[in-house]
């Protein structure tokens, strides 16, 4: 059984955030996201889906870095998820400062 759930790619990558601005930011991706027509979880962070796969920002209670996971149905759409979640992560630190 175990052999018949599907495996997709997958990655995580952890980013470095001031604590100061880091909740903030991951609430303004939530706006964001939601904005580009993604379906939202906001527990424990901001998990944003679509049809090909998902990313989850969430603020590190014990570190000053965001950690980002993504898995996307293919390689290219988990590319795709996770340098749009990079950029936008990027724009709001950026902003932030």
């Not at 998902?54 to 603020?59: A, F, G, H, K, S």
């Not at 996971?69 to 996770?82: C, H, I, N, Y």
């Amino acid at each position: 059984m175990i052999y018949e759930i599907p495996k997709y790619p997958s990655t995580t990558l952890n980013v470095p955030c001031a604590d100061e601005i880091k909740f903030k930011i991951v609430d303004n991706l939530k706006a964001k996201f939601q904005a580009k027509g993604f379906q939202i979880l906001d527990i424990d962070g901001v998990k944003a889906q679509n049809n090909n796969g998902w990313v989850l920002l969430r603020p590190s209670n014990t570190e000053p870095l965001i950690r980002i996971f993504a898995e996307g149905k293919t390689q290219a759409s988990l590319t795709e998820l996770l340098d749009l979640a990079k950029k936008m992560l990027k724009e709001e630190v950026e902003r932030a400062r």
